[in-house]
């Protein structure tokens, strides 16, 4: 079975500080890897994924993630946190091998950014 | 560009009723997907399609029924609607591929059965 954990409800960072949004995953194979965000009232917006290849990958607004592949792990990071980065960021994993098209999606981080 | 476009965005039921929740996409896609989000929670798969006339339950199926007669087309249906199915619904779709193409999803249905 494939899942995927979010160890951190909330995460607040100063205004140009860089941030870190964490999500570790368990998969019986070689995982795909996602982050979405969701501004208030909204559906969610696609960052950044990982396929396959360099294990840093870099996505839309500045995000870029870093693959870990003996940490199990597939953190957001930003070098310079902005106050229009304040939204619900989600993690979510694919498992090729056995689930094809289904994600399984975190529980989410809030992230605020105060200026 | 539409994208997914789901309907309504509101809507408050009274216990006992019935609802279809609707969704449709004009990209194409032959993935199609409802999520439930509760607060504090994170998505939850109700039901997905790989294609027109395909359908599968996901982890949250009770009290719910889908349909995919067309491929741009995927409605949600909740026959006697419970307190328990107050949420915001998210209908979202993805290409055909082996997994590694991300989702695109509407911008909610928010449900309340009083």
């Known amino acids: 079975a494939q899942s995927v954990a979010q160890p951190e409800d909330q995460v607040n960072v100063a205004e140009g500080n860089p941030l870190t949004v964490k999500c570790t995953y368990s998969?019986?194979?070689?995982?795909?890897l996602f982050w979405y965000v969701q501004y208030p009232n909204r559906g969610l917006q696609f960052l950044l994924k990982?396929?396959?290849?360099?294990?840093l990958v870099k996505g839309s607004y500045g995000f870029e993630a870093e693959f870990n592949k003996s940490q199990t792990s597939f953190h957001l990071k930003k070098p310079s946190a902005l106050v229009s980065d304040s939204a619900l960021y989600f993690c979510?994993?694919?498992?090729?091998?056995?689930?094809?098209?289904?994600?399984?999606f975190g529980d989410g981080t809030t992230l605020t950014v105060k200026p | 560009n539409a994208g997914v476009t789901q309907t309504p965005k509101f809507r408050i039921l009274k216990i006992g009723q019935s609802m279809t929740l609707q969704c449709t996409q004009d990209?194409?896609?032959?993935?199609m997907y409802w999520y439930r989000q509760d607060p504090g929670m994170g998505l939850k798969l109700i039901y997905y399609?790989?294609?027109?006339?395909?359908?599968d339950k996901g982890e949250v199926p009770n009290g719910y029924n889908v349909s995919r007669s067309t491929t741009e087309d995927f409605p949600l249906r909740l026959e006697l609607a419970a307190p328990s199915q107050t949420s915001v619904y998210f209908c979202?779709?993805?290409?055909?591929?082996?997994?590694?193409?991300?989702?695109?999803f509407g911008q909610g249905t928010r449900l309340t059965v009083v």
């Open positions: 979510a994993v694919r498992d090729p091998a056995t689930n094809a098209g289904k994600s399984t």
């Open positions: 990982y396929i396959t290849g360099d294990n």
């Open positions: 990209m194409n896609h032959n993935y």
């Open positions: 399609s790989v294609g027109a006339g395909i359908t």
């Open positions: 979202a779709s993805s290409a055909r591929d082996r997994g590694n193409t991300e989702a695109f």
């Open positions: 998969v019986s194979g070689n995982p795909y």
